[in-house]
């Protein structure tokens, strides 16, 4: 994951920030930490958008149709995801890109939940800034693990920080995996491969098939900005094969979305004209096969 990369990080939470200055009953997602954990310059921006929202929303469509219904639904899915497991049987919940994301300090149910957010040094440094600004300190229950995704390893560097990786847990990969190169992705899945049965994993993708360039899906200016121009986007996932990558890590798909369906269940009820984009898609997934687990702890031996 490059330096490019780590810049994009503010980037969904402007949208969100933006999103707040809707009336309750019109807005997709809630998130009152959206404004306050942004950098300064991204703060500024969210100001003077606010005086022309409604503005900035159709400017947005009209560039990147469907992207922000798709980005406030997401949003909500991965929410409603956390707030469901962690009322079962998780018991801790690690956040892996976790740029300038709120639930670990909004959301009730974590707030007795030992949470791991990892992303680059970049990211990690303002969010610690910007956390001692808003509750003069970061939550007991919070660690931020900054890591170079390209030199060190996801296990090693989160067991420096105090993860046990013996509990159930909830891994969340929300806008993540296009970034990574395949190899990124393996070595993740490695990773993942370690949990203990029980454990949860939400993470978004984008298809192959955009990836490659085959299928645009109408998103022609995006695939130039993130496929030719920058080629900070690498990887996408064919849906139809989503259950047996999964597979071959012990980890079993009990939802898996497109953008419409997300976007009937969360912008539809609101009554705002905005659709939904067909170029990501997000996955909920449990680990069912402990014996993963032990085979690639052997492997790390």
Do not use: C
């Not at 707040?20 to 500024?44: K, N």
């Not at 995996?177 to 370690?194: S, W």
């Not at 022609?220 to 990887?235: A, C, F, G, S």
Request: charged letters at 25%.
């Amino acid at each position: 994951m490059t330096r490019k990369a780590a810049k994009t990080g503010p980037g969904a939470m402007v949208l969100v920030a933006i999103e707040q200055g809707f009336p309750e009953a019109q807005r997709i997602a809630t998130d009152p930490l959206a404004y306050p954990i942004l950098p300064l310059s991204s703060r500024v921006w969210v100001r003077v958008s606010l005086m022309v929202r409604d503005w900035i929303v159709a400017k947005t469509e009209q560039t990147a149709p469907g992207l922000w219904g798709s980005m406030m639904a997401r949003k909500r899915y991965i929410d409603d995801v956390v707030t469901e497991a962690v009322g079962g049987s998780v018991e801790a919940v690690v956040n892996l890109g976790a740029g300038f994301d709120t639930r670990a300090f909004r959301l009730t149910e974590l707030a007795t939940v030992p949470v791991w957010e990892v992303d680059q040094p970049e990211n990690t440094d303002i969010k610690q800034r910007r956390l001692r600004a808003i509750f003069d300190e970061v939550s007991d229950h919070v660690t931020l693990v900054p890591i170079n995704f390209d030199k060190e390893g996801l296990a090693t560097v989160l067991a420096a920080h105090g993860y046990a990786g013996s509990d159930t847990a909830l891994f969340i990969w929300e806008g993540v995996t296009q970034y990574l190169t395949e190899p990124g992705i393996r070595a993740t899945m490695e990773f993942l491969a370690t949990a203990p049965a029980g454990s949860r994993l939400v993470f978004t993708y984008t298809p192959k098939d955009f990836i490659d360039g085959k299928v645009l899906y109408g998103h022609e200016n995006l695939y130039r900005r993130m496929r030719v121009k920058n080629t900070i986007w690498h990887t996408g996932f064919d849906p139809e094969k989503i259950d047996d990558f999964l597979g071959d890590y012990g980890w079993k798909v009990r939802e898996h979305l497109g953008y419409d369906e997300l976007g009937e269940r969360y912008v539809e009820p609101t009554g705002r004209n905005l659709g939904w984009m067909a170029i990501e898609r997000v996955v909920h997934a449990e680990k069912i096969d402990s014996s993963n687990t032990e085979k690639q702890v052997s492997k790390g031996r």
